[in-house]
């Protein structure tokens, strides 16, 4: 059974830094793509970034430079370092990954992120 765990969320001030981690369990992701989406209150669900079984990362445009993907394949989590955080992220951060030879996408229950001023 597959299963995603995220944390490491919490109330961080303008600026700040944190780093959220999604535990898998029931499946593999050094050899799938992991993507980081986040949904603010009364915002739809908005993908911030993917890591792909080489290593290769991308972000969408209002994070560059300030996240950082990275996937630590002997614990099977990977991790989306925050840094200079804004009011705008502010937000439910999700992890999701669909395994191989399967059409489903697996979500974790989400960590939730507030940047206070």
């Known amino acids: 059974q597959v299963q995603l765990v995220e944390s490491g969320g919490g109330l961080v001030q303008l600026g700040g830094s944190l780093r959220l981690s999604c535990a898998a369990s029931g499946i593999i992701f050094s050899i799938i793509d992991v993507d980081w989406y986040r949904q603010a209150p009364g915002k739809e669900r908005e993908w911030v970034s993917s890591i792909g079984p080489g290593g290769s990362t991308s972000y969408v445009d209002s994070v560059k430079g300030r996240f950082t993907i990275s996937r630590d394949n002997a614990k099977n989590t990977v991790y989306l370092q925050m840094n200079s955080l804004k009011l705008e992220d502010t937000a439910v951060y999700y992890c999701?990954?669909?395994?191989?030879?399967?059409?489903?996408?697996?979500w974790g229950q989400g960590t939730q992120v507030t940047v206070s001023s």
């Open positions: 999701s990954a669909q395994p191989l030879a399967s059409s489903k996408t697996y």
